[in-house]
Structures are given as C-alpha cells and as structure tokens.
C-alpha cells in the first residue's frame, strides 16, 4: 500500500533515509576504524536490524531486555551498560555480550569475575563533570550530583584504598552528549585526557568508549573533527574506539501520521488528533520538544503566539489529543490552508525516543508500525490490539 494508505496513527520508519543515515555512519568506520554501534534505548525496531548490520559494527544495550535483542535479532558486536546489574542479569549478559561497561568500581568488583571467565571484555564509566548541555540536567549526565559514572576524585579514593581494583579492566567508557556536535565531543575528550589520561596510558587498556548523543548524520554535524577525535585517540593510546549514536542512526527516519477528529474552538482551535503526545511521542512532554510537522510551521520557530491572531490566508491551531490529560498537548502550528475534522496530519522525526517509549495511559490503543521501502511502498509490520493493552496491565 502507498504511505497515505495507511490506516492512522501509524508510526512509519523511512528505509530510504535510515540507508542514507546509515551510509553516512558506515563512511565514519571506514575512514577511522573506528565501531559504530546502534544504541538501542533510541531505536529497537528490530525489524530493520538485519539492514542496519550491513553498515556498522553492532549494537548496544542499556539493560537486559535490549542486550537480549540485539544479540537475537543483529547478532554483531554486542554491548551493555548500565548503573547496576543483578547476579542474576550478569549471568545471562556474558553469554550475550562483548564488552560490559561498569557504571562503579564496586559494580566492577562485584562482577568482573563473571566478565573473565567467559571472556568478555569489560570497563568501567567515568564521568568527567565537564556539562555542555546548558540546562538540560535531566539529559547531563554530568549535571552535579548524577549518579552516572565515576568522578576522578572517588577513583582514585577506590584505587588508594584497592589498588587493583580494576585488574582485568580492558576499557572505558564516558558518555555526556545530548543530541550535540563534535566540538562537544573535543572539549570533553580534552577533560577525560586530563583527567583519566592515567587510565587510557595503561597497557592493559584495549578500547575506549565515546558513549553515544553525536548527532552525526545531522546536516551541519562536523564529522571531519569528530573522525580527528577517533584518530587523536586511537594513534595515543594505541586502542579501538568505539562511538554509540542512536538517534543518528534514525534521525529523520520516520513519521506518525495521524487524522484530525475534531476542533474545539476556546480563545483558540485546538485539533483533537487519533495520536497523543502522552502516549505516543513522551519527549514531547518529557524534554519538551516540538516536533516539525509536514506542510506546518512551528510557532516557536516563528515566534509567534497561538493567542495572536495570523496573517490573512494563515491559520493557527493547537494540536492535541483524545485522551483525558488536559496537557497531552503536542504544539503549536501555523498552516497556509485551513485544517479540518478528517484531514491527515504527519508529524517526522518520529522514529527515535517513540516506539520505545510509547504507552497506552488511557486505554489508547499503540499505533501501527509500517515500513516504507525506498519506492515508496509501505507494508504493517505490527500491529497492536486490545490484548496488548490488557497484557501489559
């Protein structure tokens, strides 16, 4: 069937841009050397791992369920991390895994032996309390106070009181990005040099991990100093590196498509939509974060106000949904033609951070999932019925 063919709302992922995605990313292997690895909390669409396989190195995992998928479905390079691990969690990861990173020393201790004798290789996080994200502290995990990784003051606290602590450590890992260029990246590599260069210098040390929010395949992302940071570190310390993007890997790569069901007019039109921000896109209310909408433009993009009145032949609406939550409000837009009970709206850039964090509050029922060849041709992948909305209870 043909994209506006689909039954709404449906999430619809965009072979043809993941491939572009993917060819970008797979250019930035074969100029460095380096590992690209999918971050599945971003995008687990498994669907499309066979063909996300062709282009980098594997993927990784931020907790049992994902390292478990990736290993089924993709079947490369296959990592982990994540604040803690139960026994019974790191009994299965290394049979699963490649590489476990550590989110502590004590986590390192308590779990390395598993990681030896079955051969994986393990790290462990550092945080190099080095924020570039202004105020985004639910997205810095070097906000102050974030539990995310060792500070250098506590390592080397652990070290004094165990100095080996760490035999058999072959890595590390930071992770501070957000949806971010690569100066980010080099002024936070400078800091980690600074500041855990002591750890990187060790002969014992094989890989060091970038973490992933490095929006690569952006249009202005500057991959030449990203590859000049991948290179720096991998001809000083003589390891593999490792870069883990998620939302470069489907940035762009995907669309809810939903249908206007009515207008309430009170000061302003509102359009109650079959798809809701609460449910189906959560960034929306969690970051927040307006997402572009085919044929509209953002109002905050314009700097104009929903309670203004628009030029002639323009028309303002809010979009919202049909569940009960007085703030399940998407955004604001601005159209050139007038939007009305039945229309098709699409929202893009829905493909990341939403089919991974969807939910059914409401009773709302889960979009369809459809795939769009590179001609166009679209096909259901999934589909979700009342089952799913009582199994999940």
């Not at 499309?48 to 089924?72: D, Q």
């Not at 479905?73 to 490649?98: R, S």
């Not at 970051?287 to 309670?307: E, F, G, Q, S, T």
């Not at 837009?333 to 929202?347: H, I, K, M, P, T």
Request: proline share 4%; glycine share 6%.
């Amino acid at each position: 069937m043909r994209f506006d063919e689909l039954k709404t709302p449906a999430y619809v992922i965009d072979e043809k841009m993941l491939i572009h995605n993917l060819e970008i990313l797979h250019k930035v292997e074969e100029d460095t050397g380096c590992h690209i690895l999918l971050a599945q909390k971003a995008f687990s669409a498994y669907a499309e791992y066979p063909l996300i396989g062709k282009y980098i190195s594997g993927t990784t995992a931020s907790g049992i369920y994902e390292a478990r998928l990736g290993a089924e479905c993709m079947g490369k390079e296959n990592h982990v991390f994540a604040p803690a691990f139960t026994d019974e969690d790191m009994d299965e990861l290394v049979n699963i895994c490649d590489h476990v990173v550590f989110n502590s020393v004590n986590q390192l201790i308590c779990h390395k032996e598993k990681c030896i004798n079955n051969g994986v290789s393990f790290g462990l996080r550092v945080n190099p309390e080095h924020s570039t994200q202004g105020d985004h502290a639910i997205y810095d995990p070097c906000a102050p106070g974030s539990r995310l990784g060792v500070t250098e003051e506590n390592l080397k606290k652990a070290l004094q009181k165990n100095p080996g602590a760490l035999a058999g450590m072959e890595g590390i890992h930071f992770h501070t990005l957000c949806e971010q260029n690569s100066d980010d990246l080099e002024k936070t590599l400078n800091v980690v040099e600074k500041k855990f260069g002591f750890l990187m210098q060790s002969d014992s040390i094989k890989w060091v991990n970038f973490g992933g929010g490095h929006h690569i395949t952006r249009d202005d992302y500057d991959i030449k100093r990203l590859e000049n940071c991948i290179n720096h570190v991998k001809r000083t310390y003589n390891v593999d590196v490792y870069v883990e993007p998620g939302e470069a890997v489907a940035l762009n790569a995907g669309y809810l498509v939903t249908t206007v069901l009515d207008k309430v007019e009170n000061g302003i039109t509102t359009l109650i939509l079959d798809t809701s921000a609460a449910c189906h896109m959560p960034d929306v209310l969690e970051m927040p974060y307006v997402p572009p909408l085919r044929d509209a433009v953002r109002l905050d993009d314009i700097n104009a106000d929903i309670w203004e009145k628009p030029a002639d032949g323009r028309f303002r609406y809010r979009l919202s949904s049909y569940t009960c939550l007085a703030g399940d409000i998407t955004g604001d837009y601005e159209f050139d033609s007038e939007v009305n009970a039945g229309d098709r709206l699409v929202f893009e850039d829905m493909a990341i951070y939403s089919m991974v964090k969807n939910n059914t509050f409401n009773g709302i029922p889960l979009p369809d999932i459809a795939i769009m060849d590179a001609n166009g041709d679209c096909r259901v992948w999934k589909h979700f019925d009342y089952d799913e909305f009582k199994r999940r209870l």
